[in-house]
């Protein structure tokens, strides 16, 4: 019983979360493109700095390693960018396509950003199933609660997920199918957090780090540079409003469901 329970809350959650972003980012804000790449950056950057990592510092584990997997995550995510980079690149070089190289280069740079934003999504929503799974594990009501905060906290998020996903192409049914099996990994999170819940909490802070490193090397590496170019004094006000938004969005959210 508890396990269908653990199932039923980290699915709502994992997935209910990408599917009422997408409602938001396709549909009432489908028309804020610009915009929404401001919004995104923000709330990629206080999920960072305002949920995980203050979550992972409040666990018995020492600020060197966790810092330490601060900066091997980064360091990873570079490399993962400079992978993809390259591997287009030189498929570019074979091509014989060598007019369109500088902004062939710069729309993969944006394209590998996604793959990290997916892997550190997939490694947050497992962190997320284990927090879920200990909750229900303890209370059934506590694991409903549970399961509803990091839903509501995971929607501007997302939103902001999808937004770097539909840089990689235009193509919305591909990113919401990508946001949506990363947030499955929810799921899996509940399930061996349910047979190993006890040996995987020790480990849940370096989870929490790791998906941080994705969230801010994305946000600083990928967005933020497309935000830094000549606009007027009306698009740089907009641009900090929408950053402003992003970023109070995951404040409030994740303020409220830690004081439920």
Not at 113 to 127: E, M, N, P, R, Y
Not at 220 to 226: E, K, M, R, T
């Amino acid at each position: 019983m508890t396990l269908i329970a653990i199932l039923m809350g980290t699915l709502a959650a994992g997935i209910g979360s990408v599917w009422l972003a997408a409602v938001l980012s396709f549909g009432v804000l489908a028309r804020y493109t610009q915009h929404m790449l401001s919004l995104a950056a923000g709330a990629l950057l206080a999920t960072a700095f305002m949920h995980l990592l203050p979550e992972a510092f409040e666990s018995q584990a020492t600020p060197q390693a966790l810092f330490a997997t601060l900066l091997a995550g980064l360091v990873f995510f570079f490399l993962l960018d400079k992978a993809e980079l390259w591997h287009h690149g030189h498929e570019h070089h074979d091509s014989g396509h060598d007019h369109g190289h500088a902004h062939h280069g710069h729309d993969h740079g944006t394209k590998s950003g996604g793959w990290a934003v997916l892997a550190g999504d997939s490694v947050h929503a497992f962190g997320d199933g284990i927090l879920i799974a200990s909750a229900f594990m303890a209370d059934l009501r506590l694991g409903v609660v549970a399961a509803l905060a990091v839903l509501v906290h995971e929607v501007p998020h997302h939103m902001g997920d999808l937004v770097v996903l539909r840089q990689t192409s235009n193509n919305r049914r591909a990113a919401l199918v990508k946001v949506t099996l990363a947030g499955a990994v929810t799921a899996l999170g509940g399930i061996v957090g349910y047979v190993l819940v006890d040996q995987l909490f020790a480990y849940l802070p370096f989870f929490l780090i790791i998906a941080s490193s994705s969230f801010i090397y994305v946000a600083l590496a990928d967005l933020i540079p497309q935000l830094q170019k000549r606009a007027s004094a009306r698009e740089t006000a907009a641009q900090v409003a929408w950053l402003a938004i992003g970023i109070g969005l995951v404040t409030l959210i994740s303020t409220l469901a830690h004081q439920h």
